[in-house]
């Protein structure tokens, strides 16, 4: 178990909807990661968050959007999902902004029927 | 644009044998290599990392080795045991102004035969 809590763990929505996958790191962390995993485009970071602000950015499409709170947890917000979304979205937390050291959560597995 | 190839995509050892999965990068300014290790239905776990100012690193039956001039790192599991069936990952650090900016090769699926 690395500490790090996603919810929910599936979600099966419909094409044109919009989704909210939450994130708790663990503790003492500040970095908060996204990345999509799917069998095509293999694991890809999506953005960083750092202490509640937006650190670093990967190749995240405009339709989603990310927060960091001020008790550390983070949301990924998908909206106006396309078949195309149906991946496995992780999450992953360290105790500084430089990125070593990054534990993964279990993962939400997003299908977009 | 891809920062970094693995090879194999598969491999298949018996129990004791010593698999090697290699990676090769492009970009010199990279300043930290980890392994993650993932199994079905869980997210990776970070195996072991090396930074390039050292050219081996082991822990317990890991190793990772370094060629910087080569642009090329590889993990070895010494001692191979059916629960080390697996994916594993690479991945590059980009530090700098991109921090946190993990670029992982496309994986690398072990299986161990007892």
């Known amino acids: 178990d690395s500490g790090v809590t996603q919810t929910p763990k599936h979600l099966i929505t419909a094409t044109g909807q919009r989704v909210t996958l939450r994130c708790s790191p663990r503790?003492?962390?500040?970095?908060v990661y996204w990345y999509q995993q799917s069998l095509d485009q293999g694991l890809q970071f999506l953005i960083q968050?750092?202490?509640?602000?937006?650190?670093a950015k990967g190749n995240i499409l405009e339709r989603f959007s990310a927060q960091q709170f001020p008790d550390l947890h983070s949301e990924l917000n998908l909206s106006s999902l396309e078949l195309g979304d149906s991946a496995l979205y992780f999450c992953?937390?360290?105790?500084?902004?430089?990125?070593?050291?990054?534990?993964f959560g279990p993962g939400t597995r997003l299908t977009v029927t | 644009q891809q920062q970094v190839k693995q090879s194999p995509q598969s491999l298949i050892v018996q129990k004791g044998g010593i698999p090697i999965i290699n990676c090769a990068y492009e970009n010199t300014a990279f300043d930290y290599f980890p392994w993650y290790q993932q199994f079905p239905g869980k997210g990776p776990a970070l195996l072991i990392a090396i930074r390039p100012d050292v050219s081996e690193k082991k822990e317990g039956r890991f190793t990772i080795s370094f060629n910087k001039s080569a642009k090329q790192f590889s993990l070895h599991i010494m001692d191979s045991q059916p629960g080390d069936s697996a994916t594993y990952f690479c991945a590059v650090d980009a530090g700098g102004t991109s921090y946190g900016k993990l670029t992982f090769g496309q994986g690398t699926i072990l299986t161990v035969h007892p």
């Open positions: 992953a937390s360290s105790k500084t902004s430089s990125g070593y050291e990054q534990y």
């Open positions: 968050y750092y202490n509640g602000e937006e650190r």
């Open positions: 503790s003492g962390d500040l970095s």
